[in-house]
């Protein structure tokens, strides 16, 4: 199957910092990446995506980057909040058909 | 608009029994998925359907069935449970590569 893995597990941060989460694909062929919250006892939210014609995408208060030489994506997270609490993970679709999410990454944020 | 409705939230079943878990969406998308979740993993792809008539086995699809009669709905059905199938089981639909999950069913085999 499909290898999509996060760096870190867990990431803390302050009030107001940026946090920057980070997810390795292994799939060259990969051509769209997605980026889902997911909140206690809820199902995935979409938060933003990217396709692989481009580098970076800007939403609100998040950013994703995509490097497709070294297949790497983050989730940039300008002045996190308590409401950004919560398990994030990344998602690549090949065809069209089926997405494959990583173990995800668990953020705190400290007021 | 409800988007991805999922039913039962929760279920206990006793080993061997068997069920259907529900799926309904009303964003007339053709994709859907069927993904189970362990405690602190990711989602793992069990089937999914590209259309009224057709599915497809994901990642973990052994110890389950699907159908689809409908654009709408897209069942799980589980015939003999056992206790590695307690889960949390989130159903999904896509429009140009975006999901939409559904709340989830909590299952605990017993």
């Known amino acids: 199957g499909e290898s999509v893995g996060l760096h870190l597990p867990t990431l803390s941060v302050q009030e107001g910092d940026n946090s920057i989460i980070n997810c390795a694909y292994s799939?060259?062929?990969?051509?769209?990446f997605i980026w889902y919250k997911q909140e206690s006892g809820k199902g995935p939210q979409f938060i933003i995506d990217?396709?692989?014609?481009?580098d970076k995408r800007q939403g609100q208060r998040v950013t994703v980057l995509l490097n497709k030489t070294v297949k790497h994506l983050s989730l940039q997270i300008a002045a996190t909040q308590p409401g950004d609490s919560a398990v994030y993970f990344c998602a690549e679709n090949k065809d069209g058909n089926q997405f494959y999410f990583g173990t995800g990454t668990s953020l705190t944020v400290i007021p | 608009n409800a988007g991805v409705t999922q039913t039962p939230k929760f279920r206990i079943l006793k080993i061997g029994q068997s069920m259907t878990l529900q799926c309904a969406q009303d964003?007339?998308?053709?994709?859907m998925y069927w993904y189970r979740q362990d405690p602190g993993m990711g989602l793992k792809l069990i089937y999914y359907s590209v259309g009224a008539g057709i599915t497809d086995k994901g990642e973990v699809p052994n110890g389950y069935n699907v159908s689809r009669s409908t654009t709408e709905d897209f069942p799980l059905r589980l015939e003999l449970a056992a206790p590695s199938q307690t889960s949390v089981y989130f159903c999904?639909?896509?429009?140009?590569?975006?999901?939409?999950f559904g709340q989830g069913t909590r299952l605990t085999v017993v």
């Open positions: 999904a639909s896509s429009y140009q590569g975006r999901a939409f």
């Open positions: 799939n060259s062929a990969s051509d769209y």
């Open positions: 964003m007339n998308h053709n994709y």
């Open positions: 990217i396709r692989s014609n481009m």
